[in-house]
């Protein structure tokens, strides 16, 4: 079975700031990929990073950058210069095998909240 | 480039009665994930469709079901609906789907059901 925690329900941070989103995970599998997405009160997810099990370097799309530990199975979100319109939900996923599928599993999600 | 269009937006139905969602993928994408959306159980995995074929499945009784057609467009259905059936229905695409590896996943802007 896989498993993601999110332990942060919701967070502040000051504009133009740096924040980092935690998220640890739990598989037995050897190879699996890790996604952040971002959601907005409108309710679309929207996709930022993605980390592969074996990918050598952390992962970076723009202003978002993934910090991946794989012995400590964490792959938090850090976020650099905070805009305003980063206010939203973000979760963490996997993807992975459960059940003897593979599927992705979502965390709870974090709520940030950028503050002027 | 159009994203991922879902249809219809909102819908609002009696309990026992069925409802089908409907799902275009981006052009090129052939996997279609479906995913609900409640503010107790959060996001889950329903089912993923890759050329046709039901590839990947959740933890959702038999009352959850859908197919994909040979355009990759994916509908979902739901019978005998149950007031717990209310929740955002997300679907997802992406090029290689779930089991080839796909490092994105771009989310369509949901179908909100109300199951009264």
């Known amino acids: 079975a896989q498993k993601i925690t999110q332990t942060q329900p919701g967070m502040f941070v000051q504009e133009k700031e740096a924040v980092t989103l935690d998220c640890t995970y739990d598989?037995?599998?050897?190879?699996?990929?890790l996604f952040w997405y971002k959601q907005p009160s409108s309710g679309e997810m929207i996709f930022l990073i993605y980390q592969g099990s074996y990918d050598e370097q952390n992962a970076t799309e723009g202003r978002y950058s993934l910090n991946f530990q794989k012995a400590r199975k964490s792959a938090n979100l850090v976020i650099s210069a905070s805009q305003l319109g980063d206010s939203a939900m973000y979760f963490c996923a996997m993807r992975g095998f459960s059940g003897g599928y593979q599927k992705v599993t979502f965390g709870t999600g974090t709520k940030l909240q950028v503050i002027p | 480039k159009a994203g991922v269009t879902q249809t219809p937006r909102y819908l609002i139905k009696t309990r026992g009665q069925q409802v089908t969602l409907s799902c275009s993928p981006i052009?090129?994408?052939?996997?279609v994930s479906w995913y609900q959306q409640t503010p107790g159980q959060g996001l889950q995995f329903l089912f993923e469709y890759f050329s046709e074929t039901q590839r990947n499945k959740g933890n959702f009784p038999g009352r959850f079901s859908g197919r994909q057609f040979s355009n990759s467009r994916s509908e979902m259905n739901v019978s005998t609906l149950e007031l717990g059936d209310s929740a955002l229905y997300l679907c997802?695409?992406?090029?290689?789907?779930?089991?080839?590896?796909?490092?994105?996943?771009?989310f369509g802007p949901g179908t909100r059901l109300t199951v009264l």
């Open positions: 598989t037995s599998d050897q190879s699996y990929g």
């Open positions: 052009s090129g994408h052939r996997s």
């Open positions: 997802a695409s992406s090029r290689s789907g779930t089991s080839g590896g796909a490092r994105e996943q771009f």
